[in-house]
């Protein structure tokens, strides 16, 4: 071991340790006995809506007690938690859905937990991300995750950027968004790429719709959409690249 490892095993043994925990992107029942073992053990839990997780607590009889963090608050926040780390005690880091830091609240304080010496633990479980490359019927052995598409600033330059990327692509949506971001995919990317658009998953309206992305495009133009979406995007193939190099 080095000076730096010896170092380092001293500061887990001094201090807390940050579990960061996957809960259900819909259905509660999908939530694991260890994830809701660990809520129960920990002395706080750092949740980005503590009326989103207190329904989950409640679920569960789970009675610890809860930090607000989320993105308008975590650079304030964050010192905070991590001096209750530094005495020793137990923290669990949760967002709305899902697993926090993706797309969520929770970086900064890892990253700083992590400079710090504290002990990290995962504790995994549901993932929109995972969850829609698995029932897209699209190519799952390479993939990409860019989480939400810029807006209006930059957005067309990613997509450019984008358009030749041979991995299969995941994206959150806006479901007001979503009509547009399939044209501008479309465009960018051509009319006949595969795509699936997954929405509301593990949820009572879950929802897959595959097709092209000119056929779901068409599809969204009039139809209203509600829920969460991930949509999943078909890398450029090497058939396509081929043809035009030829």
Known sequence: MTGI????ACDRE????LYVISTPIGNLADISERAVDVLREVD???AEDTRHTGRLLERFAIETPMRSYHEHNERRVTAGLLELLREGRSLALVSDAGTPAVSDPGYRLLSAAAEN???????????????????????????AFEGFLPKKKGRATRLAELAGEPRTLVVYESPLRLAGTLADLAAAFGS????????????????????????????YETEPVRGEVTLVVEGRSRRVRNKEVR
């Open 5 to 8: 490892d010896r170092r380092q």
């Open 192 to 219: 006949e790429r595969r795509a699936a658009v997954c929405r509301e998953l593990t949820k009572l309206h879950e929802q897959v719709v595959r097709g092209t992305l000119a056929e779901l495009a068409r599809a």
């Open 44 to 46: 706080v839990i750092a």
């Open 117 to 143: 010496g504290v002990a990290i633990v995962p504790v995994p479980g549901a993932s929109a991300v995972l969850a829609a490359l698995a029932v897209s019927g699209l190519p799952s052995d390479r993939f």
């Open 14 to 17: 001094r201090h807390g340790r």
